[in-house]
């Protein structure tokens, strides 16, 4: 595991809310290519720590490296100085971001949506960008609705586009929070599936989600967390089926 | 259905309303008194209308000698003049004082603040007659460092012709009122958007032109357009500094043939509600050409 370069490595990351430390000293890290399933109880530092991995949440202390490159900050002598706002919008391009709430942009269409970023960041021309959009619409099964407006499609669709529309700029690392939370359960699976085909194909996923029984069967990694901090973690049949940490297993006993 | 129905028949009703349960219709609530409402309005209207026509006090024949006389008409191009105007430049104002206050620096904020809370809370007709004395009040105007130097010395009373002060004046009043129009529509765009946008990687300046504005202008368009209907009418407030708008021309022809100013009136009602018409028109297509896309 330590032998190969982690594709994404949090260090002593901590993160305070007025006075409630919502990340206490994280240490994470994911291996390339890895899915890593983060669960834990709400409240646990979960959201926060994924947010922090893209700078979407600024840490006060610690820090975030992916592919090696450290995120949102630069080292100024002993501390760490964040960086130019332009500086982390062009780093988050390798670092692809699903939301609970989809969070497409309504006045677009699902192609524009997908098509956009690669044009915006100068990386593809348009027509690049749209074959490329048009792949990975057919890749989440949603090549017939290129022309649609986010408000006609349903919420796992909607989901599925904005799958298509994190992996436009081919990001090594995507970062999923809780996918599958604001959707109907008939939805889920739909969702489920298109983060599935995603695993093993040299993308590294880290994935929120308070799906359990997707955790078992798609991730390499499980991370259990509770108040701020890293509880266990290890592979789903370790910390799923054999949980060391009574933590671990209150919670399970709730969720399963 | 069946299900139903077999029962009663084993009770033995002859006739059958019961086999026919789904083709029973239902007869809506009658509203007797809507009919006699409408009834009495349209009697009303009717009467109104009918008075319109026939009461000699209107004097129609003098409405329609003054509707498009030069005079006038020259009124009406000064008004549209200084709406314009005002209408451009309270709008830009608008869009800077908004961006001031949802600014990070406090400075900008606080400034923002007290500029709208101030020419919000001062009535329209106070800050014409104020810009109006300007020149009591300041001699020369200057641009430059305070206390220090200045680059440019403006003398105040050649500077300020009566449509310069009008314009000024309701640009003020406007921009206030636009920076809350604007403020309401750039925060009536989700929190979501903008994090989606800054997760995406996207520019800046690409953020706010291509997400957030056009989704802000839906909110925008309906209550500038309230603002702008506002600032046709207010622009008659200018006749005392002196401009002379429709309502000024009115104003003066009243003076000059005191037997017309019925008529006179009138024809500024209809210029005014052709004027707010046009714009509610402009409003109905803008409107309809930002929500084109989602209909698909």
Redesign the interface.
Known sequence: MSTLAAAVEVRGASKWFGAHKVLDEVDLTVCPGHVTVIIGPSGAGKSTLLRAI?H?EKLDAGRVTVNGVLIGVREHGTRLKELS??AI?????E???V?Q?F???????VLENVA??PV??GRATKTEARERALELLAQVGLAEKA???P??LSGGQQQRVAIA??LA?RPGVVLFDEPTSALDPELVGEVLAAIRALAGGGTTLVIVTHEIGFAREAADRVVFMDAGRIVEEGPPGEVLDRPRHPRTREFLSKVL | MSTSAEPAEAIGITESPHRDLAAQRVIPLRHPGRWIATAVVVVLAAQFVHGLATNPFYQWGRFGYWFARPVILRGLWVTLEVTALSAVLGLLGGVVLALARLSHNPVLRTVSWVYIWLFRSVPLIVVLLILFNFSALYRTLSLGVPFGPSFFRFDENKLATELVVATIGLSLNEAAYAAEVVRGGILSV?R??R??S???????W?QFR??VL??ALRAIVPAYVNQLIGLIKGTSLVFYVSLLDLFGQVQTMSSTYPGDVVPLLLVATAWYVILTSLVSLAQYWIERRLRA??R?
């Open positions: 893209n979407l706002e332009r919008l062009a780093q988050r391009a670092i692809g971001f939301f709430a969070n497409l942009f309504p006045h677009l269409t956009a970023a915006a960041t022309e649609a407006y408000g006609q529309r994190a700029l | 989700g979501g958007q994090e989606a800054a997760a995406l990687g996207l520019p800046r690409y291509r997400i056009p989704q896309g989602e698909g």
